[in-house]
């Protein structure tokens, strides 16, 4: 079961200007332009820490920034252990959403535990990356971004009296036009006793694998210089947003892949056992978004002949037996999968090793992906997302999937609330 701490977080102060101006996605989707674009935001913005410019030299750089600007009055602690409430108010397909998530100290610990469970696999060059962060500046960032089921409702009512009961403590609208709030709740007995029905839960990651393992391998550094941490030592805590899994602002959005290559000509044959396909009349995008809302085992193809192709899965079964992947039948019937393992190896004989190495592009939206595929050709397949209650089936059998998988939207902030690991000395 996870163990929960309140945190005494490390936040901007009014000097540092308002709120939006400071706030950054995480560093793994900041590019060179939005980094440049942050960056002039505010020198005080919070890519400046998550994404220092560099080399090696960038993480004593940043350990340096954090603690001038605790120095300056800039970033302060909390005097008190707190619970934040945190609401992202965004835009999608027209319509106005609100997520709600709880920042709090979620214990770091292995995934054979079972008490956090992941849904993806990770890399090793961004965890070292991210660690030697941590070990230079002793604070933690940015949020791992966790699911839990809330059976009780305990969280949801938590978030509900916090966030409906008054005005935020501190409110900001982000450069990509998010409105993001905080408010700051004493961690009471009677909060968290609340809260007592989510310990007995199981925490999923949706988002933050990369930093949520690196937490687990700092604290380990910690434990390796000084010994078994005591409970209550923030090093031996992630700091985490955790949102219901019913949450109704809780959105997955889907990740279309384009293959830069024609379709070879025989491709109907080579998909015949697992998909049936069918031609579209139309082009135009709304029949094209009107045939991916059938459903989850139904792609569209365009550029595999002249008009966009239907393809439905048959089979996820035998495709899973056929594939030699050595998957279960549910695991094979989540959209990237059967994508992966019944269009792109079979028709482009591409390796996992191809994919790390670029051999397939992404796109989070349809008129980008198709875009791509007039100016530069080759064959894009439109997905729909990912179920969240696939995300959870799986990661409870032990079954991850692939990098690129999910989109849990919108990211989470980076800048409303840092974890100082240790002593800062402030």
Not at 37 to 60: C, I, Q, T
Not at 359 to 365: G, I, L, N, S
Request: net charge neutral; with cysteine.
């Amino acid at each position: 079961m996870p163990q929960m701490l309140p945190l005494r977080g490390l936040r901007y102060t009014a000097k540092a200007g308002d709120l939006g101006a400071l706030l950054a996605p995480p560093y793994d989707v900041i590019g060179p332009e939005l980094q440049q674009k942050l960056a002039l935001a505010s020198p005080y913005n919070a890519v400046h820490l998550e994404l220092s410019a560099g080399g090696d030299e960038r993480y004593d750089a940043v350990a340096k920034r954090i603690r001038d600007w605790m120095r300056a009055g800039i970033v302060a602690q909390d005097e008190e252990p707190t619970l934040y409430c945190y609401e992202q108010e965004f835009e999608y397909e027209g319509r106005l959403l609100r997520r709600r998530a709880l920042i709090v100290g979620v214990e770091a610990q292995p995934w054979e535990t079972g008490a956090v469970r992941p849904h993806e696999y990770t890399m090793t060059g961004p965890k070292e990356d991210r660690l030697r962060l941590l070990q230079a500046a002793g604070v933690q960032f940015s949020p791992v971004f966790l699911l839990a089921r809330d059976r009780a409702g305990a969280l949801r009512s938590l978030l509900a009296e916090a966030c409906e009961g008054g005005p935020p403590g501190v409110e900001g609208r982000s450069i990509d036009g998010d409105v993001h709030r905080l408010w700051l709740l004493p961690a009471t007995r009677t909060a968290m006793r609340a809260l007592a029905p989510l310990i007995t839960e199981t925490f999923y990651v949706a988002d933050g694998h990369h930093r949520y393992e690196t937490a687990v391998a700092y604290k380990r550094w910690v434990e390796e210089r000084e010994g078994p941490l005591p409970e209550g030592h923030p090093a031996r805590y992630a700091m985490a947003a955790v949102v219901a899994l019913d949450d109704p602002g809780l959105l997955v959005r889907p990740i279309h892949r384009r293959v830069p290559r024609p379709a070879p000509a025989d491709w109907e044959q080579r998909l015949a056992r697992w998909w049936e396909a069918e031609r579209l009349p139309s082009s135009e995008l709304a029949a094209i978004e009107s045939s991916l809302a059938r459903g989850k085992g139904t792609v569209v193809a365009v550029g595999l002949e002249r008009r966009p192709v239907v393809l439905t899965l048959r089979d996820a079964a035998a495709l899973a037996q056929d594939s030699g992947s050595g998957r279960s039948a549910e695991w094979m019937s989540v959209p990237p999968n059967a994508v992966y393992w019944g269009i792109i190896r079979p028709l482009w004989n591409l390796t996992e090793h191809d994919l790390r190495a670029g051999a397939v592009q992404y796109h989070h939206t349809v008129p980008e992906a198709l875009e791509e595929q007039r100016r530069d050709g080759g064959v894009v397949i439109l997905l729909n997302p990912v179920d969240v209650r696939d995300v959870v089936a799986l990661a409870d059998r032990g079954e991850r999937l692939p990098q690129k998988s999910t989109f849990f939207h919108p990211k989470l902030a980076t800048g409303v609330v840092f974890h100082a690991l240790r002593d800062l000395g402030f």
